[in-house]
C-alpha cells in the first residue's frame, strides 16, 4: 500500500512538472511577436530585453537652406530603430563644415566634393565623405530676359563668391556660349582666368544664398540649385540656362555627406546614408524639388 501511495505522489509530481514546462513554453511563445518588414516579409522576433544598440541616439545633421523635404523619409526610417535625426538649419556655405570640425553636429549634406577637397586643403579640416546624394545643377536666372540671346554688351552678371560655385559658374557661362576660360584652369577658374569676353560682361561675387537676391540689380545671376528653389524658382522652367552634368563617381559636383574623419567608419552614420539612398527618397526629391535635385543612385 505504501508503495503504491508512493508511486501516485511521483507520477503526480511528474504530471505538474510537465504542465509548468508547458505553460512556460506557451508564455515564451506569447511574448514573441510577429513584424512585418518593408517588402511584407513576416518575420518573427524575441520580446526578450534585448534592444537595438543605436536605440535613442541621437544624430545632428547640418544642412543650408530652408527646403529639406528629402530628409523626411530619412527620419521616419530611423525613427523606426530609436533614431533621432535631427536637421540644424545653416544660413550660409562657410558654417557646417566648422561646426562639424568642432563636434557642434555629427554629419552634415549641404556640398559637393569639390567644395568639401577646397575647405580642407585652405582650412585642414579633418572630414571624410561617407556617402553621396544628389547633383544640384546650376542654372542661370534671369527677371529681366528670357534668353541667353538677350544678354548684351557690358550687362550685370552675379556669381557666388566661394572659390569652388564661383569656377563652377564661370564654368556655366562658359558653356552657354558667353564667356571663354583658360582651360588650364580646370575646375576651378577664377574671373583672372577669363580669356575671351567679348560682350565685356561685369561680373559681381556675392555669398552663393544672395545671387537670388540680386535678381533685380543684374541682368542674370548663377543661383545653386537649392538656392533656387528656396528662392520660388523652378530650376527647369525659370532659368534661362541650366547646367548639364555627367553623373559618375568622379564627378566633383556631386554632394555628399560628411563626417568627421574620426567617425568614418561610424555604422549610427552609415544608417543615415542607407536610409537616404532609396527609391522613397528619389522619388520625394523629384515631386519636391522640379529638377533643382537629381539623385545619383537612380
Known amino acids: ?3 503504491t501511495k508512493k508511486a501516485i505522489s511521483l507520477l503526480t509530481i511528474t504530471i505538474l512538472l510537465i504542465l509548468g514546462l508547458a505553460a512556460c513554453a506557451s508564455k515564451n511563445s506569447e511574448d514573441a511577436t510577429v513584424s512585418s518588414t518593408k517588402d511584407g516579409t513576416k518575420t518573427q522576433t524575441s ?7 543605436f536605440e535613442g541616439s541621437v544624430i545632428k545633421l547640418g544642412v543650408v537652406g530652408e ?6 523619409p530619412v527620419i521616419a526610417t530611423l525613427a523606426e530603430e530609436g533614431i533621432t535625426l535631427e536637421i540644424i538649419k545653416f544660413a550660409d556655405y562657410t558654417l557646417p563644415n566648422q561646426a562639424l570640425a568642432d ?3 555629427d554629419l552634415n549634406a549641404f556640398q559637393h566634393y569639390a ?10 579640416f579633418q572630414l571624410t565623405v561617407i556617402g553621396e546624394t544628389i547633383i544640384a545643377p546650376l542654372g542661370l536666372y534671369s527677371s529681366k530676359i528670357t534668353d541667353l540671346n ?5 550687362d550685370k552678371i552675379a556669381i557666388p563668391n566661394d572659390a569652388t560655385n564661383g569656377g563652377r559658374s564661370l564654368k556655366l557661362l562658359e558653356a552657354a556660349g558667353l564667356i571663354i576660360i ?16 567679348k560682350l565685356k560682361l561685369e561680373f559681381f561675387e556675392v555669398e552663393a ?11 542674370a545671376a548663377v543661383i545653386n540649385g537649392g538656392h533656387a528653389v528656396d528662392a520660388g524658382l523652378v530650376p527647369e522652367t525659370d532659368s534661362i540656362y541650366l547646367e548639364t552634368i555627367q553623373e559618375g563617381s568622379d564627378n566633383p559636383y556631386i554632394n555628399i555627406i560628411v563626417a568627421r574623419t574620426e567617425d568614418a567608419e561610424s555604422a549610427l552614420y552609415q544608417k543615415v546614408v542607407t536610409a537616404y539612398r532609396t527609391t522613397e527618397v528619389a522619388n520625394v526629391i523629384k515631386e519636391a524639388y522640379n529638377g533643382a535635385y537629381i539623385p545619383t543612385w537612380k
Open 209 to 219: 544664398a544672395n545671387t537670388s537676391s540680386l535678381l533685380p540689380d543684374v541682368a
Open 182 to 197: 583658360d582651360p588650364a584652369t580646370g575646375y576651378l577658374p577664377t574671373l583672372s582666368n577669363i580669356t575671351e569676353n
Open 1 to 3: 500500500m505504501k508503495n
Open 115 to 124: 567644395y568639401l577637397n577646397n575647405e580642407i586643403k585652405d582650412k585642414g
Open 150 to 154: 538677350e544678354i548684351k554688351e557690358g
Open 67 to 72: 527646403n529639406n523635404e528629402q530628409w523626411e
Open 47 to 53: 520580446s526578450d530585453n534585448s534592444t537595438n544598440e
Open 103 to 105: 563636434s557642434e553636429i
